[in-house]
């Protein structure tokens, strides 16, 4: 049986693109999760354990925002999370970036968003 899980639309970088990446950078890339009609990103994703980078599995999150915000401008609040640039695992020439986590009810989450990785 596949693995059941919820995919979600994610914005990294919210309010830009492309969604260039500094590898090297010591600082924090953030990635908006984005609330639909029938999923509500600030109080059902589970802040604490999301994972992000080239392959999702990346331990790096650095922390959520306390409030919820409205990134995309279409009445529903999302949620945004920092990411450790340095633990994403991101190279050149990678295209995509992948959130992982769950809900607060342990339904698997994942998001994709492209990337364009720059020195
Ligand atoms: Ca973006
Ligand atoms: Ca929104």
């Given at each position: 049986m596949a693995t059941l899980f919820i995919e979600v639309e994610i914005d990294i970088k919210?309010?830009?693109?492309?969604?260039?990446?500094?590898?090297?950078?010591k600082g924090t890339v953030a990635v908006a999760i984005l609330s639909t009609p029938d999923f509500d990103a600030p109080g059902e994703v589970?802040?604490?354990l999301l994972t992000f980078g080239q392959t999702g599995d990346e331990v790096s999150l650095a922390f959520c925002n306390k409030s919820a915000e409205d990134?995309?401008?279409?009445?529903l609040l999302d949620q945004v999370c920092h990411f450790n640039t340095q633990d994403t695992g991101f190279h050149e020439g990678d295209t995509e970036g992948i959130l992982k986590g769950k809900t607060v009810d342990d339904t698997p989450i994942e998001g994709r968003d492209s990337v364009r990785i720059v020195n």
């Open positions: 919210p309010g830009s693109y492309p969604n260039s990446i500094n590898p090297k950078s589970d802040k604490t990134v995309n401008a279409d009445g």
